[in-house]
């Protein structure tokens, strides 16, 4: 069985901490590769900086991006994604504190697949989290030769 990567993309170390916490909870998830800013996460999708080089036939079967970052913000990231075809298909859930209506319609307008208000509350964020990785790892059937890791 291949194994299944998760592309996080949030800056607070709190919410990277229990959605890390969450993911292995569920046992769904081989790897998360974090993403501490929007350059970062484009750099790892794109194969440059400190990710040139990286084997770009194993990419992540989902990508959790938030959308207030630092250097480079979701929506920007979300704009490259879809613009370029090796990364144009990644099922994208936008994962914000953001309840901003011009933010959820800016976000399906680029080509989104869901958009999910973190919760306030631990534990429904970390059952939000679980339920998450369980549809996008276990239930959503990705293109063929696309999404798939290894």
Do not use: C, H
């Amino acid at each position: 069985m291949s194994s299944k990567i998760i592309l996080l993309v949030e800056d607070n170390p709190d919410d990277v901490m229990l959605i890390l916490r969450a993911l292995k909870a569920s046992n769904i998830v081989g790897e998360v590769v974090v993403a501490r800013d929007g350059a970062e996460a484009l750099d790892y999708l794109f194969r440059t900086g400190a990710y040139a080089g990286r084997d770009t036939s194993v990419m992540p079967q989902v990508i959790l991006l938030d959308l207030k970052l630092p250097k480079v913000d979701g929506l920007e990231v979300l704009r490259r994604l879809r613009a370029d075809e090796q990364t144009k298909l990644l099922p994208v859930v936008v994962l914000t504190s953001s309840d901003e209506e011009r933010d959820i319609i800016e976000s399906y307008g680029l080509g989104a697949n869901s958009y999910v208000r973190k919760p306030v509350a631990f534990t429904q964020f970390g059952e939000a989290v679980r339920q998450l990785g369980l549809y996008w790892l276990t239930l959503n059937q990705p293109p063929l030769g696309r999404n798939r890791a290894g």
